[in-house]
C-alpha cells in the first residue's frame, strides 16, 4: 500500500461532516498555521516542499505564492480554481465531494499564508451538487469558528465564497476565470500582467487548483521535511489520478510519485489491466491536451528505461517520445479503439471551447474538426493528413491562451504516432465507417 | 529613452512603447500590420495575432531570443531590443497563416460588399496572404441584421477585432453591444438586436476594419474609388464637426471621421476626434459643410487611383528637371 496524504480518510462513513472530520485529524493545519507559524513560515513550507500545481501546467505552488505582490492597502485574494473540465479529469469532483472539508480546511490555511481575507472556489456549472456539499461545509466551518472573524482568536479574519460558472473549459484558465468571476464574459486576459499582480477586481491574485489547496493540508501537517520523503526528487508527494477508458477498474486513486507505469495500470492495488483480456493501444497519461503515447512507449521510454509516473518520467524523450503527467487524467485505449475517432472527439471538444477571441485558435480548431470528421467518415484524402500537421503548426505558439497548443498537440501526437492510421482511413473509407459504427456501435454525433 | 532595433532599423523611443509603436516612429515595411489594436480605444489589441513579430533579442541585459512569436501591439519594447518583421521566415510564415485562418471563414464577397477598396483585410491579404486557400470545408453563415436605424451588421464578414465592443463600451455602461456564444460560431451582437442609443454609435462604423459594420445611410450608393474624399467641418456642439465627406459631384454621399495612414482616427492633443451621429447621418447637405479641401489619402489605396485631388504644380514638373 503506497502512502495516503489526501485521501487517507476517504472511506470512513460521514467524513464530509464536520465532527467525522474534526475527529480525523480535520482543522489540525490551521491551528497549527494559525498558532505556531507566520503567514510567511507557511509559504515557505509549502516552496521547501516542492509541491507542483496539481491544475496541470505543474508549476511550482510555493514559487507562485511568493510572487504574490503585497502593495499596501489593496486586498489580496486566494481563488480555487474547481472548472475541472479537462476530458478525463474527475480527481477534484471526488476530493470535493467525498472531503468537502478538506477543501474548506485547504482554503483558510492557504488564505492566512497568503494574507487573503476574501477567497472563492470557483466550480464549473456542471457541479451544482457538489457545490451544495461544499456550502454545507463551509457553513458547518463559519459555526464552529474557522471561518469569520478573528479565527481561533488570531486576528485573521476570513470569508469564504463558491461561485460557479457557467460550465465553460476555457473558464479553467486562470484568467478567464477571474473573468468570469466578475461577472463578464470568460474571455483568457493578456499576460502580463499576471494575476499575482493585477488578478481578480486589479488586485493580487492567486489561482490554484483545487488537489494543489488540498495539498497544503498534509504539508503542514506533516512538514515539508516529511513530505519531501514521499515521492521521487523531481515530483515530491502524492498525486490524485483519474484513470479511465478500457481498464478493469477505472477510478480515482492516490499514488505515491513515481510508482511504475506499468504497476499503476496492471497492479492489483490499482487499475487491474485492460479490461475483457484485450491489449493496450494506447495512453494518455494526463488529460486529452497532452500528447498521447502508442503501446511502446508506455512502460518504457524511447531509450528502454522504465518509466514511471512522475513530471520528469512521463515528459522524457520531450514531444517525440514523451507525454506530460498533466492533470493526471490516465486515459486507456484498447486495441479496438480508433485514434482517427478520439482525435476527432477531442478536437471537437476544443473547437467548441475555444474561446473565439484569437484567430489562430477560433478558426484553427474549427478547421482541424472539420478536417478530422471528414478523415474519420472515410472522406479525407492523403493531403488532409498533411493539413492537419499545418494548421497545428500556425496554431501552436501563436495564440493568447495555451488552450489553442492544448488543442494542437493531441492532433500533432496522434499523427506522429499514428500515421498509418490515418491513411488507412483514406484508403479503406468503407471499412473505416464500419470499423467506427458497427463495431463500437458509437451514434452519429453532431455539434 | 531606450533603444530597439526592428528590422536592422535603430530608433530612440520612450520607455512603455510597444513594438508596434516603435515601428509606427520607423514607418515604411517595418510597420506589422495591425487589425484589431486601435490606439484611440485602450484595451484593444492581442486578438487577431496579425502583428505577430520575431523577437531576435530580449534586452541587452537578457538577450535571448523570445521563443514564441510576440503581438507587437501588446509587447513593449526594452532597451537593446532586436525585433525582425519583414526579416523574419517565420514572421512572414506565420502571418500568411493567420491571414488563412481569418479568411477561412469570410465569405469573400468583395464584389456587393460596400467596404471594398477601403478595406483592411483586402490589404492584409494581398499583401500578407497567400494566393490560394486551403479551406475547403463549408463557411459559417448568419443573417445580416439591422443594428439601430443606420448601421447594418453583417457577421459573415466579421474577423472578430472586438474594436467595435470597446467603442460601445466607452459609449455605455450596460455592455448592450458585445460577443454571443464561443469559438468559430462566436457572434458580435447587440443584447437582443437592440440598438446602441448613443450619440456617438456610428463610430462602431469606421473601427471596423473590414465590411461588417456599414452605414445604412450610405450602402450600395457608389463605389469608394468613385468617390472624392474632402475634408469638412461644420458648426457642432456634440463633437469636433472635422470629418471628412465622401463627394459624388456636388453631392454629400457618406461622412466619416478622419483617419490616419493606419486607418485610425486623428488625436488632436491625444483626443480623438469622433463624429456624433447627427453629423455622420443627418448631414448629407454640402450646405452643411466647410469644405477645407481634398483629403490626402495616405495609403497605396484604389482610393487614391481616382486621381481627385488637386493637381500640385510641383507633381507635375516633367521628371527629368530637378
Ligand atoms: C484551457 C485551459 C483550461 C484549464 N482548466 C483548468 C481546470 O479546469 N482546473 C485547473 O485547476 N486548472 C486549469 N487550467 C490551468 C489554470 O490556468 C492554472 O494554471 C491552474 O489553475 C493553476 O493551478 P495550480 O498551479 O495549482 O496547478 C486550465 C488551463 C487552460 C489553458
Ligand atoms: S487560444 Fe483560444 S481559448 Fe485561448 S484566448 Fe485564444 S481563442 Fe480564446
Ligand atoms: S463587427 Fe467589425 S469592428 Fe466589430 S468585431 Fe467584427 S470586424 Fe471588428
Ligand atoms: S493588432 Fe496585434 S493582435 Fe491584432
Known amino acids: ?447 | 529613452m531606450i533603444k530597439v532595433t526592428i528590422d536592422d532599423i535603430e530608433i530612440e523611443v520612450e520607455e512603455g512603447t510597444t513594438i508596434l509603436n516603435a515601428a509606427r516612429m520607423i514607418g515604411g515595411d517595418v510597420v506589422p500590420p495591425a487589425m484589431c489594436y486601435y490606439s484611440a480605444l485602450p484595451g484593444t489589441g492581442g486578438k487577431c495575432r496579425t502583428c505577430l513579430v520575431e523577437v531576435a533579442a530580449g534586452s541587452t541585459k537578457d538577450p535571448r531570443p523570445m521563443p514564441k512569436l510576440m503581438v507587437s501591439c501588446s509587447t513593449q519594447v526594452m532597451d537593446g531590443m532586436i525585433v525582425k518583421n519583414k526579416t523574419s521566415e517565420r514572421v512572414i510564415e506565420n502571418r500568411a497563416g493567420v491571414v488563412e485562418f481569418l479568411l477561412a471563414n469570410h465569405p469573400l464577397d468583395c464584389p456587393v460588399c460596400d467596404q471594398a477598396g477601403e478595406c483592411d483585410l483586402q490589404n492584409l491579404g494581398f499583401e500578407n496572404g497567400k494566393e490560394a486557400t486551403r479551406y475547403e470545408e463549408e463557411r459559417r453563415t448568419f443573417e445580416p441584421i439591422d443594428i439601430g436605424d443606420h448601421i447594418k451588421l453583417n457577421m459573415n464578414r466579421c474577423i472578430l477585432c472586438y474594436r467595435c465592443v470597446h467603442v460601445a463600451n466607452q459609449l455605455t455602461d450596460q455592455r448592450v453591444h458585445g460577443a454571443l456564444h464561443r469559438g468559430d460560431h462566436t457572434e458580435i451582437s447587440t443584447y437582443i438586436e437592440k440598438a446602441i442609443d448613443n450619440d456617438f454609435s456610428g463610430n462602431m462604423i469606421d473601427v471596423c476594419p473590414v465590411g461588417a459594420l456599414t452605414d445604412r445611410t450610405a450602402r450600395f450608393k457608389s463605389r469608394v474609388w468613385f468617390l472624392n474624399p474632402m475634408n469638412a467641418t461644420c458648426e457642432c456642439t456634440k463633437c469636433s464637426g472635422k470629418a471628412v465627406v465622401w463627394m459624388f459631384g456636388k453631392e454629400v454621399y457618406k461622412v466619416t471621421t478622419r483617419q490616419d495612414k493606419y486607418g485610425e482616427v486623428e488625436q488632436v492633443d491625444g483626443k480623438p476626434q469622433w463624429l456624433c451621429d447627427e453629423c455622420r447621418f443627418d448631414k448629407k447637405d454640402v450646405s452643411k459643410w466647410t469644405i477645407e479641401g481634398a483629403r490626402h489619402i495616405d495609403r497605396h489605396s484604389v482610393i487614391s487611383q481616382g486621381h481627385y485631388e488637386k493637381p500640385n504644380p510641383l507633381d507635375n514638373k516633367p521628371k527629368n528637371i530637378k
Not at chain 1, 521547501?48 to 496541470?56: F, Q
Not at chain 1, 478523415?375 to 495555451?402: F, H, Q, S, V, Y
Open chain 1, 1 to 447: 500500500m503506497g502512502r495516503k496524504l489526501l485521501l487517507e480518510h476517504v472511506d470512513v462513513p460521514g467524513i464530509e461532516t464536520y465532527d467525522v472530520y474534526r475527529n480525523h485529524g480535520g482543522y489540525k493545519s490551521v491551528e497549527k498555521a494559525l498558532k505556531t507559524m507566520s503567514p510567511q513560515e507557511v509559504v515557505e513550507e509549502v516552496q521547501k516542499s516542492a509541491l507542483k500545481g496539481r491544475g496541470g501546467a505543474g508549476f511550482p505552488t510555493g514559487m507562485k505564492w511568493s510572487f504574490l505582490a503585497k502593495p499596501e492597502g489593496v486586498p489580496r485574494y486566494l481563488v480555487c480554481n474547481a472548472d475541472e473540465s479537462e476530458p478525463g479529469t474527475f480527481k477534484d469532483r471526488y476530493l470535493m465531494e467525498k472531503l468537502p472539508h478538506l477543501m474548506v480546511e485547504g482554503m483558510i490555511t492557504s488564505s492566512y499564508a497568503l494574507g487573503a481575507n476574501t477567497s472563492y472556489i470557483y466550480i464549473r456549472g456542471e457541479y451544482m451538487f457538489v457545490l451544495e456539499i461544499l456550502e454545507k461545509a463551509i457553513a458547518e466551518a463559519y459555526a464552529k469558528g474557522w471561518l469569520g472573524k478573528n479565527i481561533l482568536g488570531s486576528g485573521y479574519d476570513l470569508d469564504l465564497y463558491v461561485a460557479p460558472g457557467g460550465g465553460a473549459y476555457i473558464c479553467g484558465e486562470e484568467t478567464a476565470l477571474l473573468e468570469s468571476l466578475e461577472g463578464k464574459r470568460g474571455n483568457p486576459r493578456m499576460k502580463p500582467p499576471f494575476p499575482a499582480i493585477k488578478g481578480l477586481y486589479g488586485c493580487p491574485t492567486v489561482v490554484n487548483n483545487v488537489e494543489s489547496l488540498c495539498t497544503v493540508v498534509p504539508i503542514i501537517n506533516i512538514g515539508a521535511d516529511e513530505y519531501l520523503k514521499i515521492g521521487t526528487e523531481k515530483s515530491s508527494g502524492t498525486k490524485l489520478i483519474s484513470a479511465c477508458g478500457n481498464l478493469v477498474r477505472p477510478g480515482v486513486y492516490e499514488i505515491e510519485m513515481g510508482i511504475t507505469v506499468e504497476e499503476f495500470i496492471y497492479g492489483d492495488e490499482w487499475c487491474r489491466g485492460i479490461a475483457n483480456g484485450k491489449k493496450i493501444k494506447a495512453l494518455i497519461p494526463g488529460g486529452s491536451s497532452v500528447p498521447i503515447l502508442p503501446a511502446h512507449l508506455i512502460t518504457k521510454t524511447a531509450a528502454g528505461e522504465t518509466r514511471y509516473m512522475s513530471y520528469e518520467s512521463l515528459s522524457d524523450g520531450g514531444f517525440a517520445s514523451g507525454s506530460m503527467l498533466g492533470s493526471g487524467g490516465f486515459i486507456v485505449f484498447d486495441e479496438d479503439q480508433c485514434i482517427v475517432r478520439n482525435t476527432w472527439n477531442f478536437a471537437r471538444f476544443y473547437s467548441h471551447e475555444s474561446c473565439g477571441q484569437c484567430s489562430p485558435c477560433r478558426e484553427g480548431t474549427a478547421w482541424m474538426e472539420k478536417v478530422l470528421h471528414r478523415l474519420e467518415t472515410g472522406k479525407g484524402n492523403m493531403r488532409d493528413i498533411d493539413l492537419l500537421a499545418d494548421i497545428n503548426k500556425k496554431i501552436e505558439g501563436n495564440t493568447i491562451c495555451p488552450l489553442g497548443d492544448a488543442a494542437a498537440w493531441p492532433v500533432a501526437a496522434a499523427i506522429r504516432h499514428f500515421r498509418e492510421e490515418f491513411e488507412w482511413h483514406v484508403t479503406h473509407p468503407e471499412e473505416a465507417v464500419k470499423r467506427n459504427y458497427g463495431l463500437l456501435k458509437t451514434p452519429e454525433i453532431t455539434l
